[in-house]
Structure formats: C-alpha cells, structure tokens
Antibody, heavy 117, light 107 residues
Framework: EVRLVQSGAEVKKPGESLKISCQGSGYNFANYWIGWVRQVPGKGLEWMGIIYPDDSDTRYSPSFQGQVTISADKSINTAYLQWSSLKASDSAMYYC??????????WGQGTLVTLSS | SYELTQPSSVSVSPGQTARITCSGDVLAKKYARWFQQKPGQAPVLVIYKDSERPSGIPERFSGSSSGTTVTLTISGAQVEDEADYYCYSAADNNRAVFGTGTKVTVL
C-alpha cells in the first residue's frame, strides 16, 4: 500500500525557519517525483515544486522560486519543504503528493502551518 | 493561457447526475485528472487520462473530453460525494495547473 506520512502541525512566528517532512512507503521512493502543494484555508490548490529523489532534480513553480527549498533524502524515503524566514502569508495547509507535475496520484495527510506573532 | 476554469458550485439531488466542466486551452493537447477533496481531508484522485478510473473509485464517477473542455460526471450522486472537485493538467514537468475548484452539494 502506498502511503505518504507528513510531519505534524506547526505554530511559528514570522521570521522563523521551518522544515516539514513527508515520508513515503509502499513503493520505490527514489524513482517517483514527489512534490509540495499549498492550500490557503478556504482556497484552491497550488503546486510549489517537485523533486526526483534519486538524483535530486528539483523544479519550482515561478511563484515559489526563491521562497522555499525542496529537498529529499532517499536513504530514509523522505522529502522536505523548508523556509528560511517565514512570512504571515505562509500560513496554509501543505500537502506532499507523489507523481510530480505529470501524474500526481497519492497524497499525504497534510501539514498545517500557522503563523502567529 | 495556462488556466483551467470550473463553475464555482454545482447542486444535485441524491440519485441524480452531477456534471462538472473544466475548460482550458491546454486540455486540447494534454490529459486531465480530477481530484476530490472532502472537508478536512487530502485530495483523492478519482479520474486520470481524461476518463480512466483508479482502482477503488466507484463506477458512478466518469470522465470525458471534447476539445478544450473536460467533464466529470457523477451518475447517481450520493450524499458522501459532497466535496470540492479540482481538475488538473500538466504540460510537462515544468508547468502544471489545478482548476479553480467546484463545490458539489448533494441535497
């Protein structure tokens, strides 16, 4: 069974750094693109970027280039999304999804990031 | 343009047929997917390659395509089908877009 399990909810202050994770199981993690999708409460879905864990080839959507960093560690079947300096506008639910831009299929359960001063 | 447009809402009575359209120039050349998202849950893939249904998805969900429009049809809608539905398409591994989303109400 394919599963993507994400790290728990976070409450942070503007300016702080953050790294959230997504661990895959039930498939060959290294050989599937995996990416991150943002959903602001009450709004739609937006791709942030994707990574191919086997060689760390990474692609970013233009809106998120330079704003976040996507990485992966294939030895522990885990992908990451990180911010160096959070902004209030980063408050959202973040999902990981297997399959990249071309063929997203399985999704993680989501990680809620809340910014509070 | 690289946008996918959906109606904001669709209402249907239980047992009736709901149709959700998605329009965009990219759909004339690329396949579409449909995702169902229930409140507080992650999206679930219900249709891929315009009309293919993943295993475990009920047969009442079907998809079709014509030109620059794709359609998700729920035949015999059930109360548990109430959700937001998003169409999706990707030009390549550098560019992809979700539709604007449609809230389906079954009552």
């Amino acid at each position: 069974e394919v599963r993507l399990v994400q790290s728990g909810a976070e409450v942070k202050k503007p300016g702080e750094s953050l790294k959230i994770s997504c661990q895959g199981s039930g498939y060959n993690f290294a050989n599937y693109w995996i990416g991150w999708v943002r959903q602001v409460p009450g709004k739609g879905l937006e791709w942030m970027g994707i990574i191919y864990p086997d060689d760390s080839d990474t692609r970013y959507s233009p809106s998120f280039q330079g704003q976040v960093t996507i990485s992966a560690d294939k030895s522990i079947n885990t992908a990451y999304l990180q911010w160096s300096s959070l902004k209030a506008s980063d408050s959202a639910m973040y999902y990981c999804a297997r399959g990249g831009f071309i063929a997203p299929d399985y999704w993680g359960q989501g990680t809620l990031v809340t910014l509070s001063s | 343009s690289y946008e996918l447009t959906q109606p904001s809402s669709v209402s249907v009575s239980p047992g009736q047929t709901a149709r959700i359209t998605c329009s965009g120039d990219v759909l004339a050349k690329k396949y579409a997917r449909w995702f169902q998202q229930k409140p507080g849950q992650a999206p679930v893939l219900v249709i891929y390659k315009d009309s293919e249904r993943p295993s475990g998805i009920p047969e009442r969900f079907s998809g079709s395509s014509s030109g620059t429009t794709v359609t998700l049809t729920i035949s015999g809608a059930q109360v548990e089908d109430e959700a937001d539905y998003y169409c999706y398409s990707a030009a390549d591994n550098n560019r992809a877009v979700f539709g604007t989303g449609t809230k389906v109400t079954v009552l």
